[in-house]
């Protein structure tokens, strides 16, 4: 957070400040209504004013979400909602900026965007809605769709191999990412916060339950009597462990992760790695982005968190350095300079 | 008038010379062309400059695709044009000769550097013979010099090695010109010493090459008179040669300050736009913002989101950038923000021919989106006049709260000419009115004389509010998928660019108000079509010229002067782009004459079509 985008004075807004007057128009039971919940509800935690927060989106169910928005929003099209909120930041760096988009708004049509986005430090905050499926045009396969899914656009099973948004936006260089999960409403909270309050490029993975046209994508490790079981909750500094009795852990066995049992074949806490978000080191966040359910839990939270200078940071300073070191630039003296000569 | 001047040379005066350098893309011939032209410049002769430079960077040395050249025509007169045929050819090498040799007028000078004439190089620009000696050059001036040779002798003894030392040639070559001319090599000595000054070795080989040429020009026989074009007797003013590019950008740069407003530049690389690029990432201590984007619909994606946040968001490309960004366009005129996309336009279609001209992305600009979208469309006709359309494009931006296309071309982004610098007090104020701070706000509420939507930019509290591409509701602007408010709304977009006619200047028309002929261009022909219409006009033809600066919307008067010539001309390098719109727009029967050839038109053209014109009646 910049000093400029915290008010003054603590301001005391409340979830409904963020409520706009639209009433949310996703199919009933939509993922989306629980993600547009936790996030109004955390956005007063900010301390930043709402005519200093932009929602910009793409085109796909997750487009609407800036009219639910009380803030500043631009529903754009389709893909393109980064390359949006990076000039709108490279404007007016006061802004919070957040994008929200989907699998395939963020990893088909609009995947060169958020590659740049992410490389350049973009201080935005990009949430993208991830139900493996195209919803809004009515269920076809998605870059996240699985491999063999029938979908209406792959009847007899998809042949593409999917993408690991995850891993997309690490080798993108994002200094935020992160995982979490629809249904999980105080773990949805506690990384959107976290994504907030993060300065630089961030990356939330929304699994997020489409019901109409992929209902279910994450019910495997994610439905409430298995979830402890098959998915990895990190928190940075703390082991690995997951499963109802928190006796599963991970560990590395050569350069290969393996899920392990304390207490088994003498294995103790000591072992289970230790999650570091941030550590500059990309290995294991590589890892935690790269394993999935059957094979591995899935891991959710925080992986990678690396504050480094944004991009409108590095162009404000180069214009400082430059105003520093030739004084502020006169426009009528640019306009005469470089060879002239007077005609009397 | 002749004179005698030192060493027995008489010294004649002349109204105006055209010069073309020609050698190998290695051989530096923009350098050359643009240090003569600085040169002229400064001493106060009106200037018009053409360069022609191959795409490839290093095409095979020696080959005809590699030639480059640089035409500057200087004058005691106002020109408008950078000469249709050179008087003097410097020709560094056999294929600078064979590709040039041609437009060079008869009886004209041609300076050709006769150690590049080996054999090897005359096989590669496909000469049998030496042209030098099998007397087929008979029609020209021929002044053969061993530049390469004179050269090297006068840089013995530097530091250098033999590549590096014949890579100075061009100076030597340019120290010809400057003594055949009379002009002083100060200006360049200056340049040299700026450019090279921390690279002693090479700052004086560049030096001993130009005086050398200057000293030989004095000492040899060869040549019989030198030359003088007076100054011009321009405007009052403090002078500066610009390109088009440039004045793209310098008026960019002063329509911020005339807003009050930040300037960011997003853009992508592409000829020939990419010298805008190149010239506002030079200017941070201004407070000019640029991004190079990852793609073209990053780059208009990343000037509308700056335009949403309040600033002037420009990006700036050529013709196949444009196609890219054509959804984005489209999305800015729904969202209604100002926004500036400067096309660069270059012969297409597809990469076509990237350094080359042509003007044929009008009908992309004003159609080339999904809807009804209508944006505006300014065209500069000069190098110079880029800076005045570049604020132009931006009043009417954000006057009336609309994407604006500002279509330029190949010449004139490369081409130079003076430019009077303008007081910034004297131009017009950008700073338009807020939407006040009333109780009611609606996003989509309009301006009773513009149509022109509140610029309500994130960061002022009260006025939340959400825009996007879905069609919105007329004055709330909530989205909405009413039938009849969609057919409103597409032609309340439609009126506010239809209105803009009433705030832009009237079509003037140099010559009779009526008759028998009216030449109508737009863009870079202004300068062929006035000087084509100026010798007309002298020899007592009823012929006038008209130059759209506004393709979209024309000027209010546009259909009247139209109507009130027996004959419309529409010259254009494209297939008939303007001529197909004014006969839609207006029922004139418009008769075309186009070229795309990737160059401009000469005088002689223009002048040769409309005399046919004349006689058919
Ligand atoms: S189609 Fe799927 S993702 Fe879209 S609103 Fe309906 S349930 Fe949600």
Redesign the interface.
Known sequence: MTDTTMAAEPIKLTRKDFA?D?EPRWCPGCGDYSILAQTQKVMPDFGV??????F??G?GCSGRF??YM????????HG?A???????????P??MVWVVTGDGDALSIGG??I??AMRKNVDIRVVMFNNRIYGLTKGQASPTSEFGQKTKSTPVGSVDYPVHPLMIALAAEASFVARTVDTQVDHIQKVMERAGFHRGSAFVEVLQNCLIFNDGAHRAFTDREVREDRMLVLEHGKPMLFGKNRDMGLRLNGLRPEVVRIGEDGITEADILVHDEASEDPTIHNMLARIYWPEFPVPIGVIRNVPRPTLDEL?EG??R???G?????D??Q??????????? | MTTTKGHEVPVRELDRVTIRFAGDSGDGMQLTGTQFT?TA????NDISTLPDYPAEIRAPAGSLPGVSGFQISFSSTDIHTPGDAPDVLVAMNPAALRTNVKDLVPGGALIVNSDAFTPPNLAKAGYAASPLADGSLKAYSVFAIPISTLNARALEGLDMTSKQVDLTKNFFALGVMFWLFERSMD?TLRWIEEKFGGRPVVAEANRRALQAGYAFGETTEIFHARYIVPAAH????????VTGNEATA?GC??AA?LADR?L?Y?TYPITPASDILHQLSG?????I?T?Q???E???????????????L?LTGTSGPGMALKA??L??AVM?ELPLVVVNVQRAGPSTGMPTKTEQSDLLQALYGRNGESPVAIVAPASPAECFDMAVEAWRIALKHMTPVVYLSDAFLANGTEPWR????ADLPDLRFAGPGDGATFYPYQRDGTTLARPWV??????????????EKLDVLG??SYDPDNHHRMSLLRAEKVARIADDIAPLEVFGPPDGELLILGWGSTYGAIRSAVERLQARGASVAHAHLRHLNPFPANTGDVLRSYRTVLVPEINLGQLRTVIRSEFLVDAVGFNLVRGKPFQISEIQMKAEQLLGDQ
């Open positions: 706009s639209q004013p709402k005519e200093n927060i932009v910009v989106s085109i800036p009219y009380n803030t500043y929003g631009f529903h754009s099209i393109r980064p390359t949006l909120a990076t000039g709108l930041k490279i404007a007016r006061d802004l060169n965007h590659l740049h162009i180069q214009i350095d430059a105003v070191r030739r004084g502020k630039g426009i009528q640019l306009l005469g300079g470089g060879d002239t000569w007077t005609v009397e | 600085r410049a400064v001493f106060g200006p321009l405007a009052p003013g403090t002078y500066r040669n310098l740069v002063a300050t930040p960011v997003a200017y941070k201590s201004y407070g913002k991004f984007a990852e793609d619909i990053a780059a208009i994606g990343a000037a509308l989101g700056a335009s949403y946040g309040g600033a968001g959804e984005m489209g999305l969202v610098v303008p007081d910034l930019v994130p960061g002022t509290p009260g006025r939340e509010h959400r825009i996007g591409g879905l909530t989205v």
